[in-house]
């Protein structure tokens, strides 16, 4: 069974600086995609940067030039950096890792429980 732990998040003023970081454990032959996502009450749930298995990196243009995700392979492990904050990205960011199968025919997408980040005016 694979689990997806997210950590990092909290309470930081605007201009404020936050890192949060997402493991995954258990039986995992290969991942493929790494991403962030955050969702507030009453909204859908968003993406707010990935990173393919090669590297190549997506953001969403609201955190374009603030944030910056990166992966180390060696520990299933993805991160998020994240700078200059507002108040408007206080959110529960998610973590989601796209696992492969042991065949590495299927993947599978694993979902951490989430972390809240406030950022307050």
């Known amino acids: 069974q694979v689990q997806v732990v997210e950590s990092g998040g909290g309470l930081v003023q605007a201009g404020g600086s936050l890192r949060l970081s997402c493991a995954a454990s258990?039986?995992?032959?290969?991942?493929?995609?790494m991403g962030w996502y955050r969702q507030v009450p009453g909204k859908q749930r968003e993406l707010v940067a990935v990173?393919?298995?090669?590297?190549?990196?997506t953001y969403a243009d609201f955190v374009k030039g603030r944030f910056t995700i990166s992966r180390d392979n060696a520990k299933n492990s993805v991160y998020l950096q994240m700078y200059s904050l507002k108040p408007e990205d206080t959110a529960v960011y998610y973590c989601?890792?796209?696992?492969?199968?042991?065949?590495?025919?299927?993947?599978?997408?694993?979902w951490g429980q989430g972390t809240q980040v406030t950022v307050s005016s």
């Open positions: 989601k890792q796209t696992i492969r199968s042991s065949n590495l025919v299927f993947r599978y997408d694993y």
């Open positions: 258990g039986r995992i032959p290969s991942i493929d995609a």
């Open positions: 990173i393919s298995s090669g590297g190549s990196t």
